[in-house]
T-cell receptor
Framework: GIQVEQSPPDLILQEGANSTLRCNFS?????LQWFHQNPWGQLINLFY?????KQNGRLSATTVATERYSLLYISSSQTTDSGVYFC?????????????WGLGTSLAVNP | DTAVSQTPKYLVTQMGNDKSIKCEQN?????MYWYKQDSKKFLKIMFS???????INETVPNRFSPKSPDKAHLNLHINSLELGDSAVYFC?????????????FGEGSRLTVL
């Protein structure tokens, strides 16, 4: 089945810094989602991005489906950006149709 | 105006007890899910219902029984709770089945089995 790898696994930033998180996937996909799990455990949908680039405030995401990766950019990071960032892609092979999740990037933004 | 809401948020109970978690979504989505997140933050799907019909049933002990009275509700009942059931359980919904469209999560229900 499809594999999803996220990098880096852990990241520490000083407030105000920029960062790029990466999600690689092993097979072609027709959509990809990025999520943020904040320190209180809430899972927030950030982007639904099958291809191209989307922006939402200080965050943007780019998916290059032909090269099987997606990037999440965080600019001018704030302490509230801390948490775990997950990407997920669908595995539509056969009857096993479910989202395949990466293990996440754990981000800590220090004041 | 909460999109996906689940109750209770916290459950502390003894081994062997039975407990239920309720979930409701007001997004008009057709598909709802239950996920389990363990202490290492790994998200594992348990069940998915599309318009009240079970479409995904992962290898989950049959002590776990989902029920969907209508497409806006998906409840999870757990019998004979075990220590290993301790986790955070997330309800989620999406517009269509098999991961078509964005996935939205509830706030999670943290279950602790003593």
């Amino acid at each position: 089945g499809i594999q999803v790898e996220q990098s880096p696994p852990d990241l520490i930033l000083q407030e105000g810094a920029n960062s790029t998180l990466r999600c690689n996937f092993s097979d072609s996909v027709n959509n990809l989602q990025w999520f943020h799990q904040n320190p209180w455990g809430q899972l927030i949908n950030l982007f639904y991005i099958p291809s191209g680039t989307k922006q939402n405030g200080r965050l943007s995401a780019t998916t290059v489906a032909t090269e099987r990766y997606s990037l999440l950019y965080i600019s001018s990071s704030q302490t509230t950006d801390s948490g775990v960032y997950f990407c997920a892609v669908p595995n539509n092979a056969g009857n096993n149709r479910k989202l395949i999740w990466g293990l996440g990037t754990s981000l800590a933004v220090n004041p | 105006d909460t999109a996906v809401s689940q109750t209770p948020k916290y459950l502390v109970t003894q081994m062997g007890n039975d407990k239920s978690i309720k979930c409701e979504q007001n997004l008009g989505h057709d598909t709802m899910y239950w996920y389990k997140q363990d202490s290492k933050k790994f998200l594992k799907i348990m069940f998915s219902y599309n318009n009240k019909e079970l479409i995904i049933n992962e290898t989950v002990p049959n002590r776990f029984s989902p029920k969907s009275p209508d497409k806006a509700h998906l409840n999870l009942h757990i019998n004979s709770l075990e220590l290993g059931d301790s986790a955070v359980y997330f309800c989620a919904s999406s517009p269509g089945p098999f991961n078509t469209g964005e996935l939205f999560f509830g706030e999670g229900s943290r279950l602790t089995v003593l």
